[in-house]
């Protein structure tokens, strides 16, 4: 079983920058295909970014290219999620997903793994 820490939210107002990491609570020895995803109040789960194994491919939800960035230190199994130009519309539960995703479904999935979640809220 592999338990996902995240960390880094909070509130900013818009315009702001925030940076969230996700990690495993233990060292697994694998690297994991690693996403972020999101829930606003009354509102469904939806996709953010997720990033390769190897790093090499990334997928961004359009509402977020040109403003967030994710990236990963493999040797410190950490995964990070720099948020700029940030909208009240950010405002959501952020959650990191790890798994083992075929070639082209970063964006899908399936994510066996998921973290409990940090606010990010964005006052206008």
């Known amino acids: 079983q592999v338990q996902l820490v995240e960390s880094g939210g909070g509130l900013v107002q818009t315009g702001g920058s925030l940076r969230l990491s996700c990690a495993p609570s233990?060292?697994?020895?694998?690297?994991?295909?690693m996403g972020w995803f999101r829930q606003a109040p009354g509102k469904e789960r939806e996709f953010v970014v997720a990033?390769?194994?190897?790093?090499?491919?990334?997928a961004y939800a359009d509402s977020v290219k040109g403003r967030f960035t994710i990236s990963r230190d493999n040797a410190q199994n950490t995964v990070y999620l720099q948020m700029n130009t940030l909208k009240p519309e950010d405002t959501a539960v952020y959650y990191c997903?790890?798994?083992?995703?075929?070639?082209?479904?970063?964006?899908?999935?399936?994510?066996?793994?998921w973290g409990q979640g940090t606010q990010v809220t964005i006052s206008s």
């Open positions: 233990r060292r697994t020895g694998i690297n994991y295909d």
């Open positions: 990033i390769s194994r190897s790093g090499g491919l990334t």
């Open positions: 997903a790890a798994g083992i995703v075929a070639a082209g479904n970063l964006r899908w999935g399936p994510y066996g793994y």
